[in-house]
């Protein structure tokens, strides 16, 4: 192995697990702080051509409404459900095939504990965000009730 291959082999983990991580979070710290920055420009704008101008008002006014508690509590529980189908079918299917090859002649036997083993993680992913869908749908059972 020559020294480029050499280098290349160590940087590039290096790289993927230092570097990348702090070149996102300082990517997202500056993108908050440009968003931060944008809005005191427009509110300064506002102010400086009508100062009577009631900053909070102007402020509720130009921040989007945040959906409420069950809004997003029904928004997490469609993408619970719809996910966790997708991963339980996608565990089932993988698990199924693996255990149809065996019956299939001249197949490689070496394969079908391997596609046994990445149907599980599916499945179990599937199976345990159908179960937070449950627990979902009995909070907003309950918010239902207490309204």
């Known amino acids: 192995m020559n020294t480029i291959e050499f280098f290349i082999s160590k940087l590039v983990p ?3 697990i230092g570097v990348l991580p702090i070149v996102l979070a300082w990517l997202s710290f500056r ?6 920055d944008k809005r005191s ?3 300064m704008a506002v102010i400086e051509k009508n100062p009577e101008v009631d900053v909070q ?3 509720n006014k130009l921040n989007p409404p945040k959906k409420s508690f069950k809004e ?3 928004t997490k529980m469609h993408y619970e459900v719809l996910l966790g189908t997708i991963c339980t079918i996608g565990g089932i299917t993988t ?3 693996s255990i149809v090859m065996i019956i299939v002649p001249g197949f490689n036997d070496a ?13 179990a992913v599937g199976s345990g965000l159908l179960v937070a869908y449950n627990n979902a749908k009995k909070t907003l ?3 239902k009730d207490n309204d």
């Open 41 to 43: 420009e427009i509110i």
């Open 141 to 143: 059972e309950n918010l």
């Open 14 to 16: 290096i790289a993927l």
């Open 72 to 74: 997003q509590l029904m």
């Open 57 to 59: 008002e102007f402020l």
């Open 31 to 36: 993108h908050r702080q440009h968003e931060t």
């Open 95 to 97: 698990i199924l095939g």
């Open 111 to 123: 394969i079908i504990p391997i596609g046994a083993v990445f149907g599980v993680a599916p499945l």
